[in-house]
């Protein structure tokens, strides 16, 4: 089990960028599929981008595969979401989760949460 922090949210401007991050405690980090999920206003939450102890990543869509970039660095127990060319409905909470081994890209099989981050696009 890992405690996860996001931290990196805040106000942007259509088009522009911003990364989040995401800290996480306890042991094995290296071991656990990293995500990140998103909900915005009235919408429920759902995962955009996954990567793996290996750092392979998944992407919901191919739209999020051309703005966000998912990493991590195992050394620091931090993975990472950069927005890119942000627009309107990037805004809302930004979710960092993990899971410990299976299938990166199995959103629904995510139980490890952090407290989120907000994101506001104007």
């Known amino acids: 089990h890992v405690q996860l922090v996001e931290s990196g949210g805040g106000s942007v401007q259509a088009g522009g960028s911003l990364r989040l991050s995401c800290g996480a405690s306890?042991?094995?980090?290296?071991?656990?599929?990293m995500a990140w999920f998103h909900q915005g206003p009235g919408k429920e939450r759902e995962g955009v981008a996954g990567?793996?102890?290996?750092?392979?990543?998944?992407y919901r869509t191919s739209d999020m595969r051309g703005r966000y970039i998912i990493s991590r660095d195992n050394a620091k127990n931090e993975a990472y979401l950069e927005l890119n060319d942000v627009r309107l409905d990037d805004s809302g909470m930004w979710y960092c989760?993990?899971?410990?081994?299976?299938?990166?890209?199995?959103?629904?099989?995510?139980?490890?949460w952090g407290q989120g981050t907000q994101v506001t696009v104007s």
């Open positions: 989760a993990a899971k410990y081994g299976g299938n990166c890209g199995d959103w629904a099989q995510y139980r490890n």
């Open positions: 306890g042991r094995y980090f290296q071991n656990y599929c």
């Open positions: 990567i793996s102890p290996g750092s392979i990543t998944i």
